[in-house]
């Protein structure tokens, strides 16, 4: 067996073991196999990274000018462009994600960084209309201190950049513990933060599990707000750890999101925007457009056309160039799959393609396009984020009635609508109770762009103008502005 590749955490600017000299080993979804060693963080250890971020934070990195700042973030972002090659190779080992997939990724991420320098210094606060004479209030925004940010494995690269890089923007300081399931590319991207001369501590990275190293990070009293993408089960947990310090939260969930195809869809543009939308990045995405919708004039074909698109894609190594679709990142999820598969067919559901474990390796996690007819949308791959490429197809008479279903599930993040009539997408996008919706599209990011959910799928903004207030405070200042002496309290007038 090869040697596995070692980390260390990064901490208040320096490369450091657990103190406990505690490991744990990451596989490679590809083959099962086990590639590198990562510490695996102590209670003791997250307090020392949310200390160095506290002194961080206490020096002079919220007092530099807003375009020093924006300087560090632009120069992560050139980091990022420089090395987006090696930061795709190692995050597909880490996961399976494809590496023409993590490569781009990487590149584009950049420009979050160069979004948010600039708006580092266009942060502006407000004079009140005060309704006192002599007196003079204003309104600034101020950073909130220490942010713990907290990411899953997939789309690392991004989910950290919607956090990382408001939060820097605006004075803040930041501990990032990366997922147990992938976290290499985490300390990759740290050692690119490093070559840019950040002040120590300013970003720390960290490993470990839930217990003990989140629940002491999402706790610690010096954490001022949580930012956490992940799963509703965490989520709850985080919840009730933020109590012991007050800590804001903000949160972006799973999903389980609806798409409606009418029946004067433009048929191909509606099957390749399905197609991205739950079978690009193996469905391994909280946005995934996995509950499907079709009117009933149309059913019978789409449904043959999708099933025969998803039939042929190409599943392989996802450093193969040819490959479009890898293995899932890890056997939890595929055994999460499997079940609900096995439950949904026990009751009912119609299989119309994929459904079993793929033949191309023995070894890895890989699973094929599935689609699965559900005339009950309550039924158990219809109704469950799977985090796999399975789709549910329903079917539907009128607006009235699809959009009542694409509202009946617990999550709210993203949605999808294909029509040709523009007032009906505009109805029907109004009408779904999510926090992103397309129209004749899906699956498109931008740093303009807010994204965040409702209900299941969480609250608060990530990327675009929003998250800036995300990551400040409103501060009240008064001025008195007479050179008289205010009033003696105690006089009776």
């Not at 210094?121 to 201190?145: F, M, S, W, Y």
């Not at 965490?234 to 949160?251: G, K, P, Q, W, Y």
């Not at 990045?281 to 946005?287: K, L, R, T």
Request: net charge negative; glycine share 8%.
């Amino acid at each position: 067996m090869p040697e596995l590749k070692k980390y260390k955490m990064f901490i208040n600017g320096e490369w450091v073991n657990s103190d406990t000299e505690k490991i744990f080993e990451t596989l490679n979804p590809e083959n099962n196999k086990p590639w590198a060693a990562v510490p695996e963080a102590s209670v003791s250890d997250v307090d020392r990274a949310v200390k160095a971020a506290q002194n961080a934070f206490e020096g002079e990195w919220p007092k530099l000018l807003p375009k020093e700042r924006a300087r560090y973030l632009r120069m992560i972002g050139d980091k990022l462009r420089e090395n987006a090659e090696h930061l795709g190779k190692i995050e597909t080992i880490d996961t399976g994600k494809l590496y023409r997939e993590t490569y781009k990724q990487a590149n584009y991420i950049a420009e979050y960084y160069d979004y948010y320098a600039g708006l580092a210094d266009k942060v502006e606060g407000t004079v009140l209309p005060i309704d006192k004479p002599n007196i003079q209030a204003i309104t600034t925004r101020i950073p909130i201190g220490v942010i713990a940010a907290i990411v899953p494995w997939n789309s690392q690269m991004f989910l950290t950049a919607t956090k990382l890089a408001p939060a820097l923007a605006m004075g803040n300081t930041v501990v990032i513990k990366c997922s147990e399931l992938a976290p290499a590319t985490m300390f990759e991207f740290a050692k690119l933060i490093q070559e840019t001369g950040i002040p120590k501590g300013v970003v720390n990275v960290i490993s470990g599990f839930g217990e003990p190293c989140g629940k002491a990070l999402t706790s610690h009293n010096l954490v001022e707000k949580i930012a956490f993408t992940g799963g509703p089960e965490t989520a709850r947990h985080i919840i009730r750890n933020s109590a012991e310090n007050l800590s804001e939260v903000s949160l972006e969930l799973g999903g389980k999101s609806p798409v409606a195809v009418f029946n004067d869809a433009n048929q191909e543009n509606a099957i390749n925007g399905i197609t991205a939308g739950i079978f690009g990045a193996s469905g391994q995405s909280c946005i995934a457009g996995s509950r499907l919708y079709l009117q009933e004039g149309i059913y019978d074909e789409f449904l043959d056309k999708l099933s025969n698109r998803a039939k042929k894609i190409k599943i392989g190594a996802p450093m193969d160039p040819e490959t479009e679709m890898g293995p899932i990142s890890n056997y939890k999820q595929l055994e999460v799959i499997e079940k609900n598969i096995k439950l949904t067919l026990e009751q009912g559901g119609r299989l119309k393609c994929g459904g079993q474990r793929h033949s191309f390796s023995n070894e890895g996690y890989y699973f094929p396009a599935t689609i699965i007819e559900c005339d009950n949308h309550n039924l158990p791959v219809a109704e469950n984020e799977l985090f796999g490429p399975v789709l549910s197809v329903m079917k539907f008479k009128t607006e009235e009635e699809v959009v009542s279903k694409m509202n009946d599930n617990q999550y709210g993040l993203s949605s999808g609508v294909y029509t040709s009539d523009l007032a009906r997408g505009m109805r029907v996008s109004k009408a779904i109770r999510a926090g992103i919706t397309f129209v004749n599209t899906y699956r498109l990011i931008s740093p303009t762009a807010p994204f965040g959910g409702i209900k299941d799928s969480g609250y608060g903004k990530e990327a675009g103008l929003e998250s800036i207030k995300d990551y400040t405070r409103v501060k009240t200042t008064w001025f008195y502005t007479s050179d008289e002496p205010t009033l003696d309290p105690f006089s009776i007038r």
